[in-house]
């Protein structure tokens, strides 16, 4: 994994081309991310760097005791989100604090934006798994209802795995090679073509397409 930057969905809109094209974008607020820790073989096993994003204050109940002295033992501002970036190269070319914004980026590059997908809450097994439903009319009385689980006496349980109704959406989804049509740097804007996973607000990671 190259670094990258975390950031916001904004939403969505669409631009114009010279030629007239209409093309559908997403607007992202990317950064600034600030490094918060290096990680070395010698003192955690691997190679790493970790970004902070979105400052809070330093009296904030959003973080916990132990999560607000990672930062002091820095001398750093907390910030309310952290993830680790593999570089490609070295740690030696990082150092605490240093600042990583939508700069690290050009327009015509093409970005890997990673997110969550939109939950859906709990629903049954037609939405989430796409099941057919029963007879609707002659007395049937399964509609949407999940049917026999199972066998009977032996074993007389639900084997793992089965699929059934739960929770749905929320799922970690990664986009690969989308272009970047434009970058507001005054704004820490970075307009990707096409869509991206979650809705706006959703906390999203853009790193670069090897």
């Known amino acids: 994994m190259s670094l990258g930057i975390l ?3 904004i939403g969505m809109t669409q631009v ?3 030629k007239g094209e209409i093309i559908p974008v997403t ?6 991310c600030y490094v918060t820790q290096i990680k070395s073989k010698e003192n955690c096993g ?10 809070v204050p330093s009296n904030s109940k959003i973080l916990t005791k132990p999560q607000l002295g990672h930062f002091s033992k820095q001398n750093l501002l907390p910030y309310r989100y952290l993830k680790e970036y593999k570089p490609e190269i070295g740690n030696d070319n990082y150092e605490i604090g240093q600042k990583f914004s ?7 590059q093409y970005v890997n934006i990673t997110g969550l997908t939109i939950g859906k809450g709990f629903t049954g097994n037609i939405k989430r798994n796409n099941f057919e439903r029963g007879a609707m009319t002659h007395g049937s009385k399964h509609h949407r209802a999940q049917g026999s689980l199972g066998s009977g006496t032996t074993p007389g349980r639900v084997f793992p795995g089965k699929r059934m109704s739960g929770r749905s959406g ?5 986009i690969i090679g989308l272009e970047i049509i434009d970058i507001d740097i005054e704004e820490n804007l970075i307009i990707v073509k096409g869509a991206i996973p979650g809705k706006s607000g959703n906390l999203v990671s ?5």
């Open 7 to 9: 950031g916001n969905k």
């Open 27 to 32: 607007i992202i607020k990317g950064g600034p």
């Open 46 to 55: 691997y190679e790493a760097i970790q970004l902070g994003y979105s400052e």
């Open 206 to 210: 853009i790193t670069g397409k090897k």
């Open 16 to 18: 114009f081309t010279p």
């Open 102 to 108: 939508v700069e690290m980026f050009e327009v015509g």
């Open 170 to 174: 929320m799922e970690k989804r990664t």
